[in-house]
């Protein structure tokens, strides 16, 4: 039985090519703002494309972070590229904008990368943790980045005792090392776009689909 997934619409970027990818990989997929769906669907993917204040206005426009809050709150899997990951986290530093709140999902900041050429675009090769489930069989593959911020530090303190397992933190390089993907649960992440990304892209979203309950 096909997964469904919904790709929220809130008017930012072209998103046609991740419902394709979706598509590609045996999803059925919407493309929606309908929060019924959004929350009843088998899976959720938050895409991200321009600034990190402007997407972050635009998704709490359609009630976008509750719709995650609550999905997450059940257990119900949530998959954001790019801006959509760097939504996630606690805020984000913008010229002329300043500091820009997120949806604080994980602590951390995004920023500028320190590089002699911005914005990052191109492929790259990332540094999986053990035990991926997003990168199994693509571990050693390239994948395409197109972003100038970054986050570059990810510190999550375990209040658990360990009863909870920490996110797994996929590392990429550009200037300095930065986040490329998070595995959080229910909730994963990447800071590079697994539709624009080829194979392997279509295999790490495969992973995620058949991964969804």
Sequence with gaps: MSRKV?????????????????????????????????LEADGLLVPGVGAFAAVNAGLKAI??????????????????ICVGLQVMFESGTEPGEGIAEGLGQWPGTVDRLPADVVPHMGWSTVEPPAGTRLFAGVEDERFYFVHSYAVQRFEMVDTTDGRVPLPQVTWAEHGTRFVAAVENGALSATQFHPEKSGDAGFALLRNWVTSLD
Excluded: C, H, M
């Design 63 to 80: 009630g976008g972070d509750t719709i995650v809050d609550r999905r997450l709150a059940g257990g119900r899997p949530v998959l954001g």
């Design 6 to 38: 919904v790709v929220l619409d809130y008017g930012f970027g072209n998103v046609r090519s991740a419902v394709r990818a979706l598509e590609r990989v045996g999803a059925d997929v919407e493309l929606t703002s309908d929060r019924k769906q959004a």
